[in-house]
Protein backbone atom coordinates (compact mmCIF):
# COMPACT_ATOMS: atom_id res chain seq x y z
CA UNK A 1 0.00 0.00 0.00
CA UNK A 2 1.49 3.68 -0.79
CA UNK A 3 1.84 5.45 1.93
CA UNK A 4 -0.32 8.81 2.28
CA UNK A 5 0.98 11.79 4.12
CA UNK A 6 -2.10 13.17 5.78
CA UNK A 7 -0.09 16.52 7.08
CA UNK A 8 0.57 17.16 3.26
CA UNK A 9 -2.95 17.06 2.49
CA UNK A 10 -5.63 17.16 5.22
CA UNK A 11 -4.37 19.73 7.16
CA UNK A 12 -6.18 23.37 7.71
CA UNK A 13 -2.83 24.80 6.24
CA UNK A 14 -2.34 22.24 3.31
CA UNK A 15 -5.94 23.23 2.48
CA UNK A 16 -5.17 26.99 2.84
CA UNK A 17 -2.22 26.63 0.71
CA UNK A 18 -3.99 24.94 -2.25
CA UNK A 19 -6.63 27.25 -2.23
CA UNK A 20 -4.55 30.31 -2.35
CA UNK A 21 -2.61 28.81 -5.52
CA UNK A 22 -5.59 27.55 -7.02
CA UNK A 23 -4.34 23.65 -6.44
CA UNK A 24 -0.97 23.93 -7.98
CA UNK A 25 0.36 23.04 -4.53
CA UNK A 26 0.63 20.38 -2.74
CA UNK A 27 -1.23 18.82 -4.51
CA UNK A 28 -3.42 15.75 -4.01
CA UNK A 29 -3.03 12.16 -4.53
CA UNK A 30 -4.02 11.25 -8.22
CA UNK A 31 -6.99 8.85 -8.06
CA UNK A 32 -9.21 7.00 -10.72
CA UNK A 33 -12.02 5.27 -10.26
CA UNK A 34 -9.80 2.35 -12.00
CA UNK A 35 -7.88 3.17 -8.83
CA UNK A 36 -7.65 -0.57 -6.72
CA UNK A 37 -8.50 1.63 -3.51
CA UNK A 38 -10.96 2.97 -4.73
CA UNK A 39 -14.58 1.43 -4.70
CA UNK A 40 -17.70 3.13 -6.21
CA UNK A 41 -20.83 0.36 -5.80
CA UNK A 42 -23.13 0.24 -8.77
CA UNK A 43 -25.63 3.14 -7.30
CA UNK A 44 -22.45 5.44 -7.60
CA UNK A 45 -22.03 5.30 -3.84
CA UNK A 46 -18.15 5.95 -2.76
CA UNK A 47 -16.96 3.50 0.05
CA UNK A 48 -13.62 3.29 1.96
CA UNK A 49 -11.66 -0.10 1.55
CA UNK A 50 -9.54 -1.46 3.19
CA UNK A 51 -6.29 -1.21 1.70
CA UNK A 52 -7.00 2.93 0.67
CA UNK A 53 -4.22 4.87 2.16
CA UNK A 54 -6.23 7.63 2.90
CA UNK A 55 -8.84 6.18 5.09
CA UNK A 56 -7.53 7.33 8.67
CA UNK A 57 -7.07 3.66 10.11
CA UNK A 58 -4.69 3.10 7.07
CA UNK A 59 -1.98 6.01 7.76
CA UNK A 60 0.75 4.74 8.56
CA UNK A 61 1.88 4.08 12.61
CA UNK A 62 4.08 7.26 12.88
CA UNK A 63 1.37 9.60 11.40
CA UNK A 64 -1.01 7.78 14.20
CA UNK A 65 1.45 8.22 16.86
CA UNK A 66 1.76 12.36 15.76
CA UNK A 67 -1.74 12.74 16.32
CA UNK A 68 -2.41 11.00 19.23
CA UNK A 69 0.06 13.20 20.60
CA UNK A 70 -1.57 16.43 19.66
CA UNK A 71 -4.88 15.00 20.63
CA UNK A 72 -3.45 13.69 24.29
CA UNK A 73 -1.31 17.14 24.56
CA UNK A 74 -4.90 18.79 23.78
CA UNK A 75 -6.87 17.28 25.99
CA UNK A 76 -4.30 18.11 28.81
CA UNK A 77 -4.18 21.91 28.61
CA UNK A 78 -8.12 21.58 28.77
CA UNK A 79 -8.31 19.67 31.81
CA UNK A 80 -5.63 22.24 33.46
CA UNK A 81 -7.32 24.84 32.32
CA UNK A 82 -10.53 24.10 34.51
CA UNK A 83 -7.90 24.73 37.52
CA UNK A 84 -5.08 27.16 36.63
CA UNK A 85 -6.92 29.90 38.87
CA UNK A 86 -7.16 27.60 41.68
CA UNK A 87 -4.14 28.54 43.49
CA UNK A 88 -4.52 32.19 42.99
CA UNK A 89 -7.93 32.55 44.23
CA UNK A 90 -6.44 34.36 47.38
CA UNK A 91 -5.06 37.10 45.35
CA UNK A 92 -8.52 37.53 43.19
CA UNK A 93 -10.30 37.98 46.50
CA UNK A 94 -7.81 40.39 47.50
CA UNK A 95 -7.85 42.33 43.40
CA UNK A 96 -11.67 42.23 43.67
CA UNK A 97 -12.60 42.57 47.26
CA UNK A 98 -14.93 39.11 47.35
CA UNK A 99 -14.51 36.40 49.32
CA UNK A 100 -13.75 33.28 48.42
CA UNK A 101 -16.94 31.45 47.66
CA UNK A 102 -16.90 34.23 45.30
CA UNK A 103 -14.01 33.52 43.56
CA UNK A 104 -14.21 29.50 43.93
CA UNK A 105 -17.13 30.46 41.29
CA UNK A 106 -14.08 31.21 38.18
CA UNK A 107 -13.44 27.20 38.85
CA UNK A 108 -17.02 26.06 38.88
CA UNK A 109 -18.74 28.11 36.41
CA UNK A 110 -15.37 27.00 33.86
CA UNK A 111 -16.52 23.82 34.87
CA UNK A 112 -20.09 24.35 34.19
CA UNK A 113 -19.47 25.17 30.62
CA UNK A 114 -17.33 21.87 30.08
CA UNK A 115 -20.32 20.13 30.85
CA UNK A 116 -22.43 21.94 28.56
CA UNK A 117 -20.17 22.70 25.87
CA UNK A 118 -20.00 18.84 24.33
CA UNK A 119 -23.91 18.92 24.12
CA UNK A 120 -23.26 21.27 21.65
CA UNK A 121 -19.26 20.69 19.97
CA UNK A 122 -20.90 17.17 19.39
CA UNK A 123 -23.72 17.78 17.14
CA UNK A 124 -20.96 19.94 15.02
CA UNK A 125 -18.17 17.54 14.68
CA UNK A 126 -20.75 14.91 13.60
CA UNK A 127 -21.54 17.05 10.46
CA UNK A 128 -19.84 16.09 7.00
CA UNK A 129 -19.13 19.61 6.34
CA UNK A 130 -17.38 20.01 9.74
CA UNK A 131 -15.80 17.52 10.22
CA UNK A 132 -13.38 17.08 13.96
CA UNK A 133 -11.23 20.47 12.47
CA UNK A 134 -14.08 22.72 12.00
CA UNK A 135 -15.31 22.14 15.27
CA UNK A 136 -11.31 22.43 17.08
CA UNK A 137 -10.17 25.03 15.53
CA UNK A 138 -12.48 28.35 15.19
CA UNK A 139 -13.55 27.45 18.86
CA UNK A 140 -9.41 27.73 19.79
CA UNK A 141 -9.46 30.81 18.08
CA UNK A 142 -12.45 32.13 20.54
CA UNK A 143 -10.67 30.65 23.46
CA UNK A 144 -7.81 32.19 22.93
CA UNK A 145 -8.80 36.02 21.98
CA UNK A 146 -11.04 35.51 25.32
CA UNK A 147 -8.10 35.06 27.36
CA UNK A 148 -6.64 38.70 26.53
CA UNK A 149 -9.81 40.55 27.95
CA UNK A 150 -9.95 37.43 30.99
CA UNK A 151 -6.66 38.75 32.23
CA UNK A 152 -7.27 42.22 31.96
CA UNK A 153 -10.80 41.68 33.56
CA UNK A 154 -11.38 44.95 35.99
CA UNK A 155 -14.38 43.00 37.97
CA UNK A 156 -15.19 39.58 39.59
CA UNK A 157 -18.04 39.53 36.98
CA UNK A 158 -16.37 40.29 33.59
CA UNK A 159 -14.09 37.44 35.13
CA UNK A 160 -17.07 35.04 36.09
CA UNK A 161 -18.68 35.48 32.58
CA UNK A 162 -15.23 34.91 30.51
CA UNK A 163 -14.34 31.99 32.58
CA UNK A 164 -17.82 29.83 31.72
CA UNK A 165 -17.83 31.06 27.53
CA UNK A 166 -14.17 30.39 27.51
CA UNK A 167 -14.50 26.90 28.92
CA UNK A 168 -17.48 26.66 26.33
CA UNK A 169 -15.26 27.04 23.60
CA UNK A 170 -11.85 24.83 24.76
CA UNK A 171 -14.95 21.69 25.76
CA UNK A 172 -14.29 20.55 22.40
CA UNK A 173 -10.75 19.46 23.13
CA UNK A 174 -12.09 17.07 26.14
CA UNK A 175 -15.20 15.78 24.29
CA UNK A 176 -14.52 15.63 20.27
CA UNK A 177 -10.89 13.78 20.98
CA UNK A 178 -12.18 10.70 21.70
CA UNK A 179 -13.88 10.35 18.45
CA UNK A 180 -10.50 11.49 16.49
CA UNK A 181 -8.79 8.48 18.13
CA UNK A 182 -11.50 6.45 17.13
CA UNK A 183 -11.16 7.28 13.48
CA UNK A 184 -7.81 6.26 13.81
CA UNK A 185 -7.24 3.05 15.67
CA UNK A 186 -9.17 0.08 16.50
CA UNK A 187 -9.58 -2.96 18.40
CA UNK A 188 -6.25 -3.07 21.28
CA UNK A 189 -4.76 -0.34 19.51
CA UNK A 190 -8.07 2.36 20.40
CA UNK A 191 -7.89 0.86 24.05
CA UNK A 192 -4.31 1.65 24.65
CA UNK A 193 -4.53 5.41 22.96
CA UNK A 194 -7.82 6.07 24.68
CA UNK A 195 -5.94 4.72 27.94
CA UNK A 196 -3.10 7.63 27.45
CA UNK A 197 -5.33 10.04 26.47
CA UNK A 198 -7.42 9.46 29.53
CA UNK A 199 -4.88 9.73 32.26
CA UNK A 200 -3.36 13.01 31.15
CA UNK A 201 -7.10 14.07 31.24
CA UNK A 202 -6.93 13.25 34.12
CA UNK A 203 -3.91 14.27 35.62
CA UNK A 204 -4.48 17.81 33.94
CA UNK A 205 -6.51 18.95 36.90
CA UNK A 206 -4.01 18.47 39.22
CA UNK A 207 -1.54 20.47 37.59
CA UNK A 208 -2.90 23.60 37.50
CA UNK A 209 -3.27 24.92 41.30
CA UNK A 210 0.90 24.13 41.58
CA UNK A 211 1.56 25.90 37.57
CA UNK A 212 -1.19 29.06 39.41
CA UNK A 213 0.59 29.23 42.63
CA UNK A 214 3.75 29.07 41.43
CA UNK A 215 3.45 31.96 38.76
CA UNK A 216 2.10 34.60 41.05
CA UNK A 217 4.94 34.40 42.92
CA UNK A 218 6.54 36.17 40.18
CA UNK A 219 4.10 38.30 38.93
CA UNK A 220 0.54 38.82 39.61
CA UNK A 221 -3.06 36.10 39.16
CA UNK A 222 -3.33 37.78 35.49
CA UNK A 223 -0.03 35.71 34.81
CA UNK A 224 -1.99 32.79 35.14
CA UNK A 225 -4.31 33.54 32.57
CA UNK A 226 -1.61 35.19 30.09
CA UNK A 227 0.35 31.77 30.36
CA UNK A 228 -2.79 29.89 29.40
CA UNK A 229 -3.08 32.15 25.91
CA UNK A 230 0.70 31.99 24.96
CA UNK A 231 -0.22 27.77 25.47
CA UNK A 232 -3.13 28.04 23.76
CA UNK A 233 -1.76 29.93 20.91
CA UNK A 234 1.35 27.51 20.72
CA UNK A 235 -1.51 24.96 20.59
CA UNK A 236 -3.78 26.74 17.64
CA UNK A 237 -0.76 26.72 15.33
CA UNK A 238 0.68 22.91 16.11
CA UNK A 239 -3.52 22.20 14.96
CA UNK A 240 -3.10 24.20 11.99
CA UNK A 241 0.16 23.00 10.67
CA UNK A 242 0.19 19.25 11.68
CA UNK A 243 -3.46 18.16 12.94
CA UNK A 244 -5.19 16.43 9.88
CA UNK A 245 -8.94 15.95 9.65
CA UNK A 246 -9.84 12.33 10.50
CA UNK A 247 -13.97 12.94 10.01
CA UNK A 248 -14.54 9.12 7.85
CA UNK A 249 -17.52 10.79 6.53
CA UNK A 250 -15.86 14.41 5.50
CA UNK A 251 -12.74 12.74 3.85
CA UNK A 252 -14.95 10.39 1.97
CA UNK A 253 -16.71 13.43 0.91
CA UNK A 254 -13.48 15.39 -0.04
CA UNK A 255 -12.19 12.27 -2.10
CA UNK A 256 -15.84 12.18 -3.79
CA UNK A 257 -15.78 15.53 -5.09
CA UNK A 258 -11.99 14.50 -6.75
CA UNK A 259 -13.19 11.69 -8.35
CA UNK A 260 -16.24 13.95 -9.75
CA UNK A 261 -13.16 16.14 -11.36
CA UNK A 262 -11.46 13.63 -12.45
CA UNK A 263 -14.59 11.55 -13.70
CA UNK A 264 -17.16 14.36 -14.81
CA UNK A 265 -19.44 12.36 -16.77
CA UNK A 266 -19.61 9.88 -13.59
CA UNK A 267 -22.50 9.69 -10.71
CA UNK A 268 -19.92 9.92 -7.79
CA UNK A 269 -21.20 10.41 -4.55
CA UNK A 270 -20.40 9.98 -0.62
CA UNK A 271 -22.71 8.12 1.61
CA UNK A 272 -23.44 11.54 3.31
CA UNK A 273 -23.94 13.22 0.04
CA UNK A 274 -27.02 11.60 0.02
CA UNK A 275 -28.99 12.75 2.84
CA UNK A 276 -27.15 15.30 4.91
CA UNK A 277 -28.69 14.66 8.64
CA UNK A 278 -29.71 18.49 10.40
CA UNK A 279 -27.86 20.52 12.81
CA UNK A 280 -30.98 20.54 14.64
CA UNK A 281 -31.59 16.76 14.69
CA UNK A 282 -28.23 16.19 15.68
CA UNK A 283 -28.72 18.95 18.75
CA UNK A 284 -32.14 16.97 19.54
CA UNK A 285 -30.35 13.96 20.06
CA UNK A 286 -27.44 15.62 22.06
CA UNK A 287 -29.62 17.78 24.16
CA UNK A 288 -32.67 15.72 24.79
CA UNK A 289 -31.83 12.17 24.49
CA UNK A 290 -28.98 12.46 27.08
CA UNK A 291 -31.67 13.22 29.78
CA UNK A 292 -34.01 10.41 28.34
CA UNK A 293 -31.37 8.18 28.91
CA UNK A 294 -30.92 9.08 32.56
CA UNK A 295 -34.76 8.50 33.24
CA UNK A 296 -34.86 4.99 31.32
CA UNK A 297 -31.90 3.57 32.30
CA UNK A 298 -30.57 2.96 36.05
CA UNK A 299 -27.80 1.05 35.38
CA UNK A 300 -26.65 4.71 33.28
CA UNK A 301 -28.53 6.88 35.86
CA UNK A 302 -26.04 5.19 38.58
CA UNK A 303 -23.19 5.00 36.85
CA UNK A 304 -22.79 8.33 36.14
CA UNK A 305 -23.66 9.40 39.13
CA UNK A 306 -21.03 7.41 40.44
CA UNK A 307 -18.53 8.71 38.06
CA UNK A 308 -19.58 12.14 38.82
CA UNK A 309 -18.70 11.65 42.48
CA UNK A 310 -15.44 10.29 41.72
CA UNK A 311 -14.09 13.21 39.19
CA UNK A 312 -15.74 16.02 42.04
CA UNK A 313 -12.77 14.86 44.42
CA UNK A 314 -10.48 16.17 41.99
CA UNK A 315 -11.76 19.19 42.40
CA UNK A 316 -12.56 18.60 46.23
CA UNK A 317 -8.83 18.34 46.83
CA UNK A 318 -7.83 21.43 45.31
CA UNK A 319 -9.02 23.19 48.60
CA UNK A 320 -8.72 19.87 50.74
CA UNK A 321 -5.04 19.67 50.22
CA UNK A 322 -3.49 22.93 50.35
CA UNK A 323 -6.15 23.77 53.64
CA UNK A 324 -4.63 20.89 55.53
CA UNK A 325 -1.04 21.17 54.63
CA UNK A 326 -1.40 24.94 55.54
CA UNK A 327 -2.90 23.77 58.89
CA UNK A 328 -1.23 20.81 59.77
CA UNK A 329 2.36 21.43 58.96
CA UNK A 330 2.15 25.06 58.55
CA UNK A 331 3.30 25.10 54.84
CA UNK A 332 2.86 28.10 52.72
CA UNK A 333 0.59 28.63 49.66
CA UNK A 334 2.72 27.70 47.18
CA UNK A 335 4.54 24.23 48.92
CA UNK A 336 1.18 23.10 50.10
CA UNK A 337 0.16 22.56 46.30
CA UNK A 338 2.49 20.72 45.55
CA UNK A 339 1.10 17.60 47.19
CA UNK A 340 -2.34 17.47 44.69
CA UNK A 341 0.25 16.26 41.84
CA UNK A 342 0.45 13.15 43.89
CA UNK A 343 -2.68 12.09 41.80
CA UNK A 344 -0.25 11.62 39.02
CA UNK A 345 1.41 8.91 40.33
CA UNK A 346 -1.88 7.17 41.13
CA UNK A 347 -2.90 7.93 37.75
CA UNK A 348 0.34 6.27 36.02
CA UNK A 349 -0.36 2.86 37.69
CA UNK A 350 -3.69 3.00 36.90
CA UNK A 351 -2.79 3.36 33.44
CA UNK A 352 0.11 0.07 33.70
CA UNK A 353 -2.74 -1.88 34.99
CA UNK A 354 -5.17 -1.15 32.33
CA UNK A 355 -2.76 -2.39 30.28
CA UNK A 356 -1.83 -5.62 31.97
CA UNK A 357 -5.80 -5.74 31.88
CA UNK A 358 -5.71 -5.54 28.02
CA UNK A 359 -3.09 -7.98 27.44
CA UNK A 360 -4.02 -10.46 30.10
CA UNK A 361 -8.02 -10.13 30.28
CA UNK A 362 -9.21 -8.91 27.33
CA UNK A 363 -7.84 -9.94 24.76
CA UNK A 364 -7.91 -13.59 25.88
CA UNK A 365 -11.69 -13.66 26.84
CA UNK A 366 -12.18 -11.90 23.36
CA UNK A 367 -10.44 -14.98 21.97
CA UNK A 368 -12.03 -17.50 23.60
CA UNK A 369 -15.64 -16.12 22.69
CA UNK A 370 -14.74 -15.63 19.07
CA UNK A 371 -16.05 -11.67 19.82
CA UNK A 372 -16.36 -8.95 21.90
CA UNK A 373 -17.11 -10.03 25.59
CA UNK A 374 -20.32 -8.83 27.30
CA UNK A 375 -19.65 -5.42 28.82
CA UNK A 376 -19.39 -6.20 32.33
CA UNK A 377 -15.76 -7.05 31.76
CA UNK A 378 -15.60 -3.62 32.22
CA UNK A 379 -16.30 -3.77 35.95
CA UNK A 380 -13.07 -4.86 36.47
CA UNK A 381 -11.37 -1.40 36.95
CA UNK A 382 -14.31 -0.19 38.64
CA UNK A 383 -13.92 -2.57 41.19
CA UNK A 384 -11.14 -1.95 42.31
CA UNK A 385 -10.97 1.38 42.51
CA UNK A 386 -14.20 1.58 44.32
CA UNK A 387 -12.18 0.87 47.67
CA UNK A 388 -9.73 2.60 46.76
CA UNK A 389 -11.78 5.84 47.65
CA UNK A 390 -13.26 5.90 50.69
CA UNK A 391 -9.73 4.21 52.01
CA UNK A 392 -7.41 6.94 50.68
CA UNK A 393 -9.75 9.69 51.73
CA UNK A 394 -9.85 8.15 55.34
CA UNK A 395 -6.29 7.58 55.08
CA UNK A 396 -5.37 11.22 54.08
CA UNK A 397 -7.39 12.61 56.76
CA UNK A 398 -6.70 10.83 59.82
CA UNK A 399 -3.04 10.70 58.61
CA UNK A 400 -3.27 14.38 58.97
CA UNK A 401 -1.67 14.87 62.19
CA UNK A 402 1.81 17.33 63.03
CA UNK A 403 3.38 13.91 64.73
CA UNK A 404 2.74 12.28 61.54
CA UNK A 405 5.21 12.81 58.41
CA UNK A 406 3.35 14.52 55.66
CA UNK A 407 4.82 11.72 53.00
CA UNK A 408 2.30 9.28 54.58
CA UNK A 409 -1.23 11.69 54.09
CA UNK A 410 0.35 12.66 50.45
CA UNK A 411 0.60 8.53 49.66
CA UNK A 412 -2.88 7.85 50.92
CA UNK A 413 -4.24 10.83 48.31
CA UNK A 414 -2.39 9.78 45.90
CA UNK A 415 -4.56 7.16 45.45
CA UNK A 416 -7.46 9.32 44.33
CA UNK A 417 -5.89 9.51 40.71
CA UNK A 418 -5.31 5.62 40.56
CA UNK A 419 -9.35 5.82 41.49
CA UNK A 420 -10.66 8.49 39.14
CA UNK A 421 -8.59 6.61 35.95
CA UNK A 422 -10.17 3.49 36.97
CA UNK A 423 -13.26 4.73 36.78
CA UNK A 424 -13.11 6.64 33.49
CA UNK A 425 -11.96 3.57 31.86
CA UNK A 426 -14.47 1.54 33.10
CA UNK A 427 -17.94 3.17 33.18
CA UNK A 428 -17.11 4.83 29.72
CA UNK A 429 -16.03 1.86 28.67
CA UNK A 430 -19.31 0.07 29.69
CA UNK A 431 -21.67 3.01 28.83
CA UNK A 432 -20.50 2.61 25.28
CA UNK A 433 -20.76 -1.28 24.86
CA UNK A 434 -23.54 -1.44 27.08
CA UNK A 435 -25.89 0.81 24.91
CA UNK A 436 -24.38 0.83 21.38
CA UNK A 437 -27.11 2.39 19.73
CA UNK A 438 -27.50 5.04 22.46
CA UNK A 439 -24.00 5.42 24.09
CA UNK A 440 -24.11 8.95 23.06
CA UNK A 441 -26.92 9.96 24.69
CA UNK A 442 -25.14 8.02 28.08
CA UNK A 443 -21.86 9.71 27.76
CA UNK A 444 -22.70 13.02 26.81
CA UNK A 445 -25.23 13.24 29.79
CA UNK A 446 -22.58 11.25 32.42
CA UNK A 447 -20.32 14.68 31.06
CA UNK A 448 -23.00 17.19 31.75
CA UNK A 449 -23.89 15.32 35.13
CA UNK A 450 -20.24 15.20 36.28
CA UNK A 451 -19.09 18.62 35.42
CA UNK A 452 -22.13 20.32 37.25
CA UNK A 453 -21.50 18.00 40.18
CA UNK A 454 -17.93 18.88 40.40
CA UNK A 455 -18.81 22.79 39.81
CA UNK A 456 -20.40 22.70 43.20
CA UNK A 457 -16.72 21.18 45.13
CA UNK A 458 -14.90 24.20 44.89
CA UNK A 459 -17.81 26.13 46.65
CA UNK A 460 -18.56 23.85 49.53
CA UNK A 461 -15.36 22.11 50.09
CA UNK A 462 -13.61 25.29 51.77
CA UNK A 463 -16.58 25.61 54.20
CA UNK A 464 -17.22 22.05 55.31
CA UNK A 465 -13.28 21.72 55.59
CA UNK A 466 -13.41 24.94 58.08
CA UNK A 467 -16.13 23.92 59.83
CA UNK A 468 -15.33 20.07 60.10
CA UNK A 469 -11.66 20.30 60.34
CA UNK A 470 -9.75 17.92 57.89
CA UNK A 471 -10.39 14.84 60.01
CA UNK A 472 -14.13 14.96 59.61
CA UNK A 473 -14.16 17.21 56.74
CA UNK A 474 -12.46 13.82 54.52
CA UNK A 475 -15.01 11.38 56.04
CA UNK A 476 -17.93 13.04 54.55
CA UNK A 477 -16.93 12.14 50.93
CA UNK A 478 -15.34 8.98 52.19
CA UNK A 479 -18.57 7.67 53.55
CA UNK A 480 -20.50 8.68 50.66
CA UNK A 481 -18.04 6.46 48.73
CA UNK A 482 -18.55 3.84 50.97
CA UNK A 483 -22.79 3.93 50.76
CA UNK A 484 -21.78 3.88 46.92
CA UNK A 485 -19.15 0.65 46.82
CA UNK A 486 -21.45 -1.73 46.02
CA UNK A 487 -22.73 -0.50 42.78
CA UNK A 488 -20.05 -1.89 40.58
CA UNK A 489 -20.02 -5.42 42.22
CA UNK A 490 -23.66 -5.33 41.56
CA UNK A 491 -23.72 -4.60 38.13
CA UNK A 492 -20.84 -6.81 37.03
CA UNK A 493 -22.91 -9.50 38.97
CA UNK A 494 -27.04 -8.53 37.86
CA UNK A 495 -25.44 -5.95 35.20
CA UNK A 496 -26.58 -8.28 32.43
CA UNK A 497 -30.27 -9.41 33.66
CA UNK A 498 -30.75 -5.54 34.12
CA UNK A 499 -29.78 -4.56 30.45
CA UNK A 500 -32.28 -7.51 29.14
CA UNK A 501 -34.75 -6.13 30.51
CA UNK A 502 -34.09 -2.96 29.50
CA UNK A 503 -36.29 -0.61 26.43
CA UNK A 504 -33.04 0.67 25.21
CA UNK A 505 -31.08 -2.81 25.26
CA UNK A 506 -33.96 -4.54 23.39
CA UNK A 507 -33.76 -1.77 20.63
CA UNK A 508 -30.52 -2.34 20.40
CA UNK A 509 -30.40 -6.07 19.92
CA UNK A 510 -33.08 -5.43 17.43
CA UNK A 511 -30.79 -3.41 15.54
CA UNK A 512 -27.82 -5.08 15.82
CA UNK A 513 -27.39 -7.83 12.93
CA UNK A 514 -24.17 -9.29 14.52
CA UNK A 515 -22.19 -9.88 16.91
CA UNK A 516 -19.01 -8.50 15.32
CA UNK A 517 -19.51 -4.66 16.86
CA UNK A 518 -16.94 -2.26 17.75
CA UNK A 519 -16.95 0.86 19.39
CA UNK A 520 -14.80 3.55 19.37
CA UNK A 521 -15.58 5.78 22.41
CA UNK A 522 -15.14 9.80 23.12
CA UNK A 523 -14.75 10.67 26.88
CA UNK A 524 -17.61 12.66 27.21
CA UNK A 525 -19.48 10.83 24.29
CA UNK A 526 -20.36 13.85 22.41
CA UNK A 527 -18.74 12.68 19.53
CA UNK A 528 -18.07 8.62 18.87
CA UNK A 529 -17.93 6.16 16.00
CA UNK A 530 -19.55 2.96 15.53
CA UNK A 531 -18.47 0.30 13.46
CA UNK A 532 -20.68 -2.83 12.50
CA UNK A 533 -21.12 -5.91 9.88
CA UNK A 534 -23.70 -4.80 7.76
CA UNK A 535 -24.24 -7.90 5.38
CA UNK A 536 -27.42 -6.83 3.87
CA UNK A 537 -26.38 -3.75 3.14
CA UNK A 538 -26.67 -2.04 -0.56
CA UNK A 539 -24.28 0.54 0.81
CA UNK A 540 -21.79 -2.24 2.42
CA UNK A 541 -18.44 -1.98 2.55
CA UNK A 542 -16.80 -3.82 -0.28
CA UNK A 543 -13.83 -5.33 1.36
CA UNK A 544 -14.43 -8.72 2.01
CA UNK A 545 -16.36 -9.13 5.48
CA UNK A 546 -14.89 -6.18 7.20
CA UNK A 547 -16.50 -5.31 10.03
CA UNK A 548 -15.18 -2.21 11.07
CA UNK A 549 -16.52 -0.32 7.79
CA UNK A 550 -18.93 2.32 8.39
CA UNK A 551 -20.77 5.73 7.80
CA UNK A 552 -23.44 7.22 10.02
CA UNK A 553 -25.43 9.48 7.47
CA UNK A 554 -27.27 7.36 4.75
CA UNK A 555 -30.47 8.12 3.29
CA UNK A 556 -33.60 9.45 4.52
CA UNK A 557 -35.33 6.33 4.25
CA UNK A 558 -32.93 4.21 6.46
CA UNK A 559 -32.55 7.01 8.81
CA UNK A 560 -36.25 6.77 9.20
CA UNK A 561 -35.97 3.80 10.34
CA UNK A 562 -33.31 4.53 13.08
CA UNK A 563 -35.54 7.23 14.77
CA UNK A 564 -34.38 5.85 18.62
CA UNK A 565 -30.42 5.63 17.40
CA UNK A 566 -27.93 8.17 18.62
CA UNK A 567 -25.63 7.93 15.67
CA UNK A 568 -26.87 6.63 12.40
CA UNK A 569 -25.81 3.39 11.22
CA UNK A 570 -25.55 1.71 8.48
CA UNK A 571 -27.47 -0.68 7.98
Known amino acids: MKEFNP ?19 LK ?10 TYITPDGILEWTDTDPEFPRNWAKRYK ?6 ITVSTFVCAFNTSALTGVLSYIEDAFQVNTYVSSLSVSLALFGYGLGPMIAGPMSEVPSIGRNG ?3 PLLVIFAILQVPLALSHNIQTLLVLRFVSALCLSPMLSVAGATLG ?11 LGIWGSLSAVGPSAGPL ?30 FFLPETSHEKLLRHKSARLRARHPTQTIMAPSDLAVL ?40 FAAVPYSFQVTYHWSKLVSTIPVTGMFVGVCVGLCIHIWWINNRYLPQEAKLGGAPP ?25 SYPSIHWIVPVIGFSNIGFAVFCFFQSIMSYLTNAYPTTAASAIAANTFMRCVMASAFPIFTPIMYERLGVHWGSAVPAFAGILLLPTPFLIKKYGRWLRASSNTHSKDEENTPSSDYITATAESGSARSEYMNAPSSKYRAATAGSSEIVFSKIDQETFSDTQSHDTVILK
Do not use: Q
Open 7 to 25: TLNYTFVAHCIRWISKGKL
Open 28 to 37: YPEITIEDPH
Open 65 to 70: IYVTII
Open 135 to 137: VYI
Open 183 to 193: DMFRGPALAYS
Open 211 to 240: VGSAIVRAGTWRWSVWIILIISLTLLLIIL
Open 278 to 317: SLKRLATIYLVRPFEMLVREPIAMVLSLYLAFVYSLMFLS
Open 375 to 399: PEIYMFHACLGGPIVPISLLWFGWT
